[in-house]
């Protein structure tokens, strides 16, 4: 029996039932399988928790999750307590302090699933966006000085430093030359902004030479928005910073159908803390506690989780269920259906049971 230890952190919003049916079926994949077991240990941090105790969690928390050999993350984000609190006081800490410094993020159109764009369905626009996930325009330094005063300054400080562009940049051609097509494209603002994206271009061309078998190219952020909605094909992986990275998959889940399919992986590539899997949306306020949240993402990361455990079985199992569901139209009304959580839920579990699968 091959166990595994997870820390579920369902947190805030729809996170909490987007966990709860991933955590239903790997129960159920479990039962399939036969021979993995996970254990689950639910934490009930984020922001009801801030409430009582004003923080979003506790001062050991970071040192209660590192015994585990993953982490798997609602979302943050509640209407009353202000965004950079609950994003900076639980779920940037974990990436950071447990330097996942790879963010892995898959789009697919997925079988069943209507994309906005048009003469694009399911096989197209199969991409992977990876994102600098340890630093850059994330690294939380900057101040405000002369608050309130007309001439009140506030500065958002980007930092990229050569290990980190390097890391990142080494591990985006690997993923590219693992996948069929070697097609590598690296994003920057590298015209405005000369001095830590002109060293991103820089450090791309360095790196670029360990991997003649990759094709790369350079765009800049603004014209890759109008590349992946007209030239969807041309693209593959994708590598940039933290936030360049952070608005196009969200470009990218909207193009793939919905918010509710994008799955991403905060990975620590050395493995030697905890990686992070989580869907890409937020806590959805809009929609928590109607039972419709799109569990699909929160589904995939955890496929996503299971191939980085080395349940490659497993994983790709749970991602031919999830695709059977979607591809006989058992949707959430985000991608046009009229099922529930429970519904997708119980249909992915169905999937995973039946006999000819
Ligand atoms: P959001 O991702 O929560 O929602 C954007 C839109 O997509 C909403 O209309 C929502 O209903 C829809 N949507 C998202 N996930 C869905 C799902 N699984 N099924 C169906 N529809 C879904 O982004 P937002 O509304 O900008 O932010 C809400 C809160 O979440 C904010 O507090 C924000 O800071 C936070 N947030 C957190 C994370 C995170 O924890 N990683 C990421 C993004 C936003
Ligand atoms: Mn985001």
Redesign the pocket.
């Known amino acids: 029996m091959r166990e595994y230890s997870i820390a579920a952190i369902p ?5 909490p039932e ?1 966990i709860a049916a991933g955590q239903t079926v790997l129960a159920s994949l479990e039962m399939r399988l036969g021979d993995v077991k996970f254990t689950f240990e639910n934490f009930n941090w984020g922001s009801d928790y801030y409430r009582k105790h004003g923080v979003m969690m506790p001062s050991d928390g970071l040192e209660q999750l590192k015994k585990f050999d993953a982490i798997y ?7 009353n307590v202000p ?1 950079h609190v ?2 900076w006081g639980l ?1 940037l800490p974990i990436c950071q302090s447990f330097d996942q410094y790879a963010n892995v993020r898959p789009t697919k159109i997925l079988p069943g699933i209507t994309s906005p764009l048009r003469n694009c369905g399911a096989g197209d626009l199969d991409w992977v966006i990876v994102r600098e996930n340890s630093e850059g325009e994330y690294s939380g330094h900057g101040g405000r000085a002369h608050r309130g005063l007309p001439e009140e300054v506030g500065t958002e400080v980007a930092i990229f430093t050569r290990v980190g562009v390097t890391r990142i940049m080494r591990y985006a051609f690997r993923l590219a030359q693992s996948r069929p097509r070697k097609l590598l494209t690296v994003v920057t603002k590298s015209n405005a902004q000369r001095h830590g994206m002109v060293m991103w271009d820089e450090i791309a061309c360095e790196v670029a030479e360990q991997f003649p078998a990759v094709t790369w190219d350079k765009m800049l952020v603004d014209a890759m928005t109008v590349r992946m909605t007209l030239k969807p094909r041309s693209l593959d992986t994708i590598v940039a910073t933290n936030l360049h990275a952070d608005i196009l998959s ?1 470009l990218a889940g909207a193009l793939a159908g ?4 994008a799955p991403t992986a905060n990975i620590d590539p050395e493995r030697r803390f905890p990686s992070m899997f ?10 928590a506690g109607k039972g ?7 589904f995939w990361t955890a496929a996503q989780m299971l191939d980085h455990l080395g349940e490659r079985e497993g994983s790709s199992r749970l991602m031919r269920a999830v695709e059977r569901v979607t591809g006989a139209g058992i949707l ?3 991608v046009g259906g009229s099922a529930t959580t429970l519904d997708v839920t119980e249909a992915v579990c169905d999937a995973l049971h039946s006999s000819n699968f």
């Open positions: 947190a805030d919003g729809i996170g987007v993350f609602g979302a943050v984000g509640a209407p965004d609950t994003l779920r969200d919905s918010l509710g399919v989580e869907p890409i949306h937020g806590s959805a306020f809009d929609i419709i949240a799109n569990p699909v993402a929160a959430t009304p985000d």
